[in-house]
């Protein structure tokens, strides 16, 4: 589906939770070192429950490497500094979707470089962001609502109810 990049995330929770949501979407996660937690401490692996065996994960060493491995991809920067709306995007199969640490965000002039795919999810106020799994499940979602949620089970079925 689509390709999450965690440039140096930070909190072993955030991560956790986002395998969770890689891992119900079929995205792949690209996780760039430096990790600010190992990858088998308990806080990452509880947040991703049983979910880990469902997810694609790779590790790189630095954010050039996996860009160079993937030359031609599109890539989308999420940044409180991006001048167009995450939902102003047309997301296909296959693109890349860039978050930065919790505490940072991506590198300047990472998206000095690429402004007209930085990309915000607006929030109200002069609040500084949103929580990074929660952001990561925004912009997936809405991918998948641009793609019609293809292949995807959108019925629930309700046993034993009468209305």
């Given at each position: ?26 995205c792949?996660?690209?996780l760039?070192?430096p990790l600010?937690f ?19 994960i790779s590790y790189?060493d630095?954010?050039?490497q ?9 890539f989308y920067?999420?940044t ?6 995450h ?6 199969e296959?693109d ?6 919790e505490?940072?965000?991506l ?13 915000r999810?607006p ?8 929580n ?17 949620f293809?292949n995807?089970?959108?019925?629930g079925e309700l046993?034993?109810?009468k209305?």
């Amino acid at each position: 589906m689509f390709n999450i990049v965690l440039v140096e995330p930070e909190i072993p929770q955030n991560t956790g939770n986002i395998v969770r949501t890689c891992a119900a979407t079929g995205c792949k996660l690209h996780l760039v070192k430096p990790l600010g937690f190992e990858v088998s401490d308990k806080y990452l692996k509880r947040a991703g429950l049983d979910y880990w065996q469902y997810a694609d994960i790779s590790y790189w060493d630095n954010f050039e490497q996996l860009e160079q491995a993937n030359a031609g991809a599109t890539f989308y920067y999420f940044t409180t500094k991006g001048r167009k709306r995450h939902c102003d995007a047309a997301f296909k199969e296959g693109d890349f979707l860039v978050f930065g640490k919790e505490t940072k965000g991506l590198p300047e002039e990472l998206l000095v470089l690429h402004p007209e795919e930085c990309l915000r999810i607006p929030m109200l106020g002069e609040l500084r962001s949103l929580n990074l799994s929660n952001s990561v499940a925004i912009a997936v979602y809405e991918g998948l609502r641009q793609l019609d949620f293809k292949n995807f089970n959108t019925k629930g079925e309700l046993h034993n109810l009468k209305w």
